[in-house]
C-alpha cells in the first residue's frame, strides 16, 4: 500500500480513482454550474475536464476575493525601468479589469472572439488579459521580445478582432518601440484587426491611424463608472491561445480550457507551492510566456495572493533589486529561471546578504535545465529550498518537480524531481516504443493520456496537427510525446537530457532553429542556413547559424565577414526579435549532409561544442565538417 505522495498520485492518474481525485480539485474553484462529468476520454487524445460545467476564470481570479480580501494588494506593478512602484488592491484590480473589459467591449469583443496582447510587463497588459478571462474573450500574448514577422503569422492564424498594445517597452535603460513593429507586422499580416487598442507611457512616439488606433487613456475616462459582469463559459470553451516554436516555421497555438486550466491552477497552488491567501507570489518571467500566464498572473490570484509584476533586469540598479523586493513587499514564494541565477552569480553573493529575506518560503526554478552549480550556489546564498520544475508551454503547469504540500520531499540538485499528480509519466524506448522500466535507462519522456486537467486542449484550429505533432512520434502508440530525453533513477527522481527535436532554449526561451533559419533565408545572399543551438555557460544554450551564400567572393575576407555576420543578426532582430539572434553567424561553402540530403545537424552541433561528431558514414561529403571544425578551433 502506498502512502503519502505516492499515493496521492496512483489516485490521480488511476482510472478508478481519477474522478474522484478531480472532483476534490474541482472545489477549490467557484462553479456557476457545478460539473457532473469529470474526465471524459472517449475520444482519445482528445479529453473534455469538468464538461458540463460553468464558471468564469476571472471571477476566480478577482471578483470572489472582494468579500474578504477587497483591500488586500492583489498587483504589484513594479518597474525599475521607469522608476514606478504601484500596488492595485483585489478592488482597484476588479474596477481596472472593469474598464478595460468595457473598452473591449466598445470595439464588439465578446465570448469567443480573439484579442492579441502585445505587450511590455505593465499592470495594462494584466488588465487586458484578465479583460479577456471576463468576457469569455480568448487572449493571445504575444512577448514582446518578438518583431513584426512573428507577431504577423500570429495574427493571421488567431485573426483578433482587437490588439491590445503600447508604444514600447524598456529593458536595461533601453526603449524598444512597440509600436513601430506593430504597424509593421499590421502590413504583412492578412488579417486585420477592428480596433488597436495603446498604452501610453511616455516612452516612444506613436503614429495613430484614424478610425483604427485608440488610446487606452481616452476611452478609459469614458468609462470609469461600467460595471461589466463575468460571462458564464463552459469548462472547455478555450481561455487563451499562446504560441509556441516547433520543428517547422509555423508556431504552434496551444489552446488552453478554461474549467481544467483554473482547476489545475489552483490546486497547484496548496499542493505544489505550499501558498495560501494574503501571501506574495513574485514570478520573474514575462507575460509572454505560459510560466508568466500561469504564475505571474493566473494562480496567485486563483489563490488569493499578491502578485509582482515585475519590469526590469534582475541587476539594475544592482544585483540586489529582486532581494530588496523580496524584503520590501514580505514575498514568501519566488519563481525563477536558472538563466537568472547564473547572470546573479557573476555579481557579489553579499547583495543577497543585504536584505531581510526571512519572509522567503522557498525558489522555484524552471524552463531549462538546472545545473546543480548553479542550484548550490543559490541555495548557499538563499538557504531556503531551491525546487527545480520542469514543464512546457503545452501543459500549462509543472510535469515533474517535488510536491512538498502533499509530502516534503527532499531535492536533488539536477533533478526536477518526479512526476506531478495527474501526470502519468514513461520513459519509452524512441526506437521500439517499448516502455523503460528499470531505473537509469536513458529514453523519451511520454505522458499517457489523458493529459490532466490544464493541459492544452488542440492546436488552435488545427486538431489534425495536434495528434500527429504529439500522439503520434512514437511507433505503434497513442501516448504524448514531451520531445525531452530524460532518465530516472531508482528513487524515481527524473533527470532531463534535452531535446529530442529541433527545439532549442536559450536563457529559458525556447526557439524552433527551423523559424531562425527561414529568417536567415529570407537574406538575398544567403543560400542554405543552418542553426543549432551550441552550450552556453550563461544562457543554457545559444543559437548559432552556418550559412552557404550564393556568391562566396561576398564573404572572402574578415572584414566581410563581420559585415555580413551584423547584416544577418540585424535581419533577426527585425524579423523575429533579438531573443533569436544567432550569437554567431559563420560562413561556410558546404552544410554536412546525408547521402539523401538531410542536414547533419547533431554532427554540427557536436562539433560546435567541441565534441566527437559520433558516426558519419551517411555524410554525403565527409569533408563537410573540416571547414567547420577550422572555424571554430576544433
Ligand atoms: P517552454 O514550452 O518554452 O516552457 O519550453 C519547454 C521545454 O523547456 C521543455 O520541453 C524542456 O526542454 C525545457 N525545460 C523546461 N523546464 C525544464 C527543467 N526544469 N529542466 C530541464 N528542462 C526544462
Known sequence: MKSGFAEFHQRSIDPQTRDAFWQQQMSLVDWVKEPEKICDYSNPPFVQWFEDGCLNLCHNAVDRHLKDRADQPALIAVSTETNTEKTYTYRDLHAEVQHMAAVLQSFGVEKGDRVQIYMPMIAEAVFAMLACARLGAIHCVVFGGFASVSLASRIDDAKPKVIVSADAGSRGGRVMAYKPLLDEALQLST????????????????????????????????????????????????????????????????????????????????????????????????IGWVVGHSYIIYAPLIAGMATILY?????????????SLVEKYRITHMFSAPTAVRVLKKHDPAFLCKYDLSSLQALWLAGEPLDEPTAQWISDALRVPIIDNYWQTETGWPIMTLCNGVEPQASKFG???????????????????????????????????????????????DDERFVKTYWQSIPGKLIYSTFDWGIRDEQGYHFILGRTDDVINVAGHRLGTREIEESISAHPEVAEVAVVGVA???????????????DASKVADAQQQVQMEAEVMRLVDSQLGAVARPSRVLFVTALPKTRSGKLLRRALQAVAEHRDPGDLTTMEDPNALAQVKELLGS
Open 415 to 461: 533533478s526536477p524531481g518526479k512526476a506531478v499528480y495527474g501526470y502519468n509519466v514513461k520513459l519509452i524506448d524512441d526506437k521500439t516504443g517499448e516502455e523503460l522500466r528499470e531505473p537509469n535507462q536513458k529514453g523519451v519522456l511520454a505522458i499517457e493520456g489523458p493529459l490532466p486537467p490544464g493541459c492544452m486542449q488542440t492546436i488552435w484550429g
Open 311 to 323: 519590469e526590469g533586469l534582475p541587476i539594475r540598479p544592482d544585483a540586489g533589486i529582486w532581494w
Open 536 to 550: 552556453d555557460s550563461l544562457k543554457g544554450q545559444a543559437a548559432m547559424a552556418f550559412a552557404v551564400m550564393r
Open 191 to 286: 488579417h486585420k484587426p477592428q480596433a488597436v487598442l495603446l498604452a501610453n507611457r511616455g516612452l516612444a512616439a506613436m503614429d495613430l491611424r484614424a478610425g483604427r488606433d485608440h488610446l487606452w487613456t481616452d476611452l478609459r475616462a469614458k468609462v470609469m463608472d461600467a460595471q461589466v459582469p463575468c460571462v458564464t463559459v463552459k469548462s472547455t470553451d478555450p481561455s487563451y491561445i499562446l504560441y509556441t516554436s516547433g520543428t517547422t516555421g509555423k508556431p504552434k497555438g496551444v489552446q488552453r480550457d478554461t474549467g481544467g486550466y483554473t482547476v489545475a491552477l489552483a490546486a497547484s497552488m496548496p499542493h505544489i507551492f505550499n501558498a495560501k491567501a494574503g501571501q506574495t507570489f513574485f514570478c520573474t518571467s514575462d
